[in-house]
Nanobody
Framework: VQLQASGGGSVQAGGSLRLSCAAS??????LGWYRQAPGKQRELVAT???????AYVDSVKGRFTISRDNAKSTVYLQMNSLKPEDTADYYC???????????WGKGTQVTVSS
């Protein structure tokens, strides 16, 4: 299993970034993104099922959009209206419900300056 994330970077507040994560090795029921800011616990940002049902942490609702391309086994996170508090390392996440296995990719850094 491999989760390869890309798309992080530095932007000013109000800007946008799009993260991508290619998940390979098997089929995943759920794909998503976690993030961890310096000195804080890792938090779940958004998830999406194979059927397209999505969920978000309250702090990003209306600003972030998660989507997936099942044919490409890729999940995306479109982040708009970024705020300095969105600064964190973002980790791609995948789960196989049938066996309950969870996987995380390496983080990609997002820095939002005010």
């Amino acid at each position: 299993v491999q989760l390869q994330a890309s798309g992080g970077g530095s932007v000013q507040a109000g800007g946008s970034l799009r993260l991508s994560c290619a998940a390979s090795g098997t089929t995943f029921s759920i794909l998503g993104w976690y993030r961890q800011a310096p000195g804080k616990q890792r938090e779940l940002v958004a998830t999406i099922t194979r059927e397209g049902t999505s969920a978000y942490v309250d702090s990003v609702k209306g600003r972030f959009t998660i989507s997936r391309d099942n044919a490409k086994s890729t999940v995306y996170l479109q982040m708009n209206s970024l705020k300095p508090e969105d600064t964190a390392d973002y980790y791609c996440y995948a789960k196989r419900l049938i066996i309950g296995s969870e996987y995380w990719g390496k983080g990609t850094q997002v820095t939002v300056s005010s």
